[in-house]
């Protein structure tokens, strides 16, 4: 819901900053459904084939997750390279805003829960994705400073929103990386 609202209403005003967010948003949801799986295969009992289990499993879902955020970072970059050669500006409004703010409360929600449950339940699927989430956090309160600069009248702000997206992602996607 929250990567469909970012990209069915950044496509509706041509917000680069809002579409970027909303493909970081789909590449989170994405992971979130490739984890599950995961975890469902890395909870089997030992077998003959894997007398040690199947932990792994969750290992290789960590990895997915940053080859996720690789493919967003390379669509983030693209489109704000895009704006930046078409030089136009995206139609910032209230709902605009509205929907920022409404899915940044939401993944605020889902970081603090993810977290917890990693830490308790000792999974690096869960951790990662609770980090991949926070990015989402962070890529959120780019653009709505970006929406705010737009308002008052400077729409470079817009791609300058979505290169700093691409950022963010890339940071993440490191750090998810090389734990």
Do not use: W
């Not at 449950?117 to 959120?140: C, P, Y």
């Amino acid at each position: 819901a929250v990567a469909g609202a970012k990209l069915v209403f950044g496509y509706a005003t041509g917000a680069v900053s809002i579409i970027s967010d909303g493909f970081h948003s789909l590449t989170d949801s994405a992971s979130n459904i490739f984890g599950l799986i995961a975890t469902r295969a890395a909870h089997k009992p030992p077998d003959e084939d894997h007398p040690y289990g199947h932990r792994k499993y969750e290992t290789l879902a960590a990895a997915g997750i940053f080859v996720f955020l690789l493919l967003a970072v390379v669509e983030v970059a693209r489109a704000a390279l895009t704006r930046f050669a078409a030089g136009t500006s995206p139609e910032v409004t209230t709902i605009s805003f509205v929907v920022m703010v409404g899915t940044l409360a939401i993944n605020l929600l889902v970081v603090r829960y993810e977290s917890a449950q990693g830490r308790r339940l000792n999974s690096e699927l869960l951790l990662a994705d609770a980090m991949h989430t926070k990015s989402d956090v962070l890529t959120s309160c780019a653009v709505i400073a970006s929406l705010i600069g737009v308002k008052l009248g400077y729409p470079i702000l817009d791609p300058i929103a979505g290169v700093a997206i691409a950022a963010f992602i890339a940071r993440t996607g490191l750090m998810i990386a090389r734990d």
